[in-house]
């Protein structure tokens, strides 16, 4: 038998310990009803006394058979090796119990000689099982729950690896659409390119700036949506018009960084800035208990639809910060493209 620190050490012997302290008194008060007082203390020297042999049966059976035979499919060698110690410790416990507790504190309930018989040792055995099933059961039930955590603990760390490699992969994304547009702005109006330059420098300060590690307001992102916005009116002035308002104080919302402004570039990166004229309007309301944020996009020409994660990954983090409290609408057309986002705090 090896019963090693992972199943009776460390934080788990407070739980053994307090497994078997409820048993002895629950079963102690159980044997002791209708008896008077006076039964009382014989039923608790009995459980005390008895202890060690349900303790040695149970995690032999426990954290020795089980592995050591029915996890590995011998189940033969299981239910013979459950026999053999049902008798063995049947067998002590009468002893113990007829011989020594009873003899002393009530001979009435001595049994006679003929306790021993192998039908006795048979009943009374498979009667102590039940602190088995009780064990094992708990036992299962908290190796499950344990299991489930950890699933749920994995998934988390897989997510937050998830969303933490999306923003790594979206700021050079952010950062190669500014160029383009720069060069795009360059070519219409060169005068307007050192204004426009300090424009997106500006806002990549703010972008890049990871000093504060501490968790981030929506403000910040609010901050950084009506700049990304403003570039694009002022790169191309009336081929790219940007509507941007945001209502609200947004002091009570703490939001992963890079919220929304990836559906905002994913949608100003379907059309052709040039040749396309379009319309990009955002708004951000703040109500009781409720932050609304939309975002419209519309093109004199037909929009070519492209692979979009932008929305999926906004819908999990949302939802992985609220709780679930989200609710995330998503219209499409030739022409348009509609994303609409309610969160409940």
Not at 15 to 22: E, I, K, M, P, S
Not at 323 to 333: A, I, Q, R
Request: aromatic share 14%; charged share 20%; glycine share 4%.
């Amino acid at each position: 038998m090896v019963l090693t620190r992972h199943h009776i050490a460390g934080h788990n012997l407070w739980l053994h310990a307090g497994f078997w302290t409820t048993w002895v008194v629950f079963f102690t008060l159980l044997q002791s009803l209708g008896q008077g007082s006076s039964s009382l203390l014989m039923w608790l020297w009995y459980y005390v006394i008895t202890l060690p042999v349900f303790v040695i049966h149970t995690y032999l059976v426990a954290y020795w058979l089980v592995p050591a035979t029915f996890l590995k499919k011998r189940y033969g060698w299981f239910f013979a090796g459950l026999f053999l110690l049902l008798l063995v410790f049947s067998t002590l416990e009468l002893v113990i119990s007829n011989e020594l507790i009873f003899e002393w504190m009530n001979p009435i309930m001595a049994a006679n000689n003929g306790y021993l018989k192998p039908a006795n040792v048979i009943i009374s055995g498979i009667g102590n099982h039940y602190i088995i099933l009780v064990f094992m059961s708990i036992k299962v039930g908290m190796a499950w729950y344990r299991a489930k955590a950890n699933e749920e603990e994995e998934k988390h760390r897989n997510l937050e690896t998830t969303f933490e490699t999306y923003n790594y992969q979206f700021r050079p994304r952010v950062i190669y659409h500014l160029m383009v547009l720069l060069g795009c702005a360059i070519q219409k109006d060169v005068k307007r390119s050192s204004e426009l330059i300090i424009s997106v420098a500006g806002f990549l300060n703010e972008f890049l700036n990871e000093n504060n590690k501490q968790e981030k307001m929506i403000s910040r992102e609010i901050r950084q949506l009506e700049m990304y916005l403003n570039i694009f009116s002022a790169a191309l002035p009336g081929k790219i018009k940007t509507v941007f308002t945001a209502e609200g104080s947004f002091t009570s919302y703490p939001a992963p960084e890079y919220l929304f402004l990836p559906v905002v570039d994913h949608a100003l990166s379907l059309v052709k800035w040039c040749n396309n004229p379009c319309r990009c309007s955002v708004s951000i309301r703040e109500e009781s208990m409720c932050l609304h944020f939309k975002m419209f996009l519309s093109s004199e020409k037909k929009i070519e639809q492209q692979e979009n994660i932008d929305s999926d990954m906004l819908s999990k983090r949302l939802r992985e910060k609220f709780s679930g409290n989200v609710n995330l609408t998503e219209e499409k057309g030739d022409t348009f493209w509609k994303l609409e986002a309610d969160v409940f705090c």
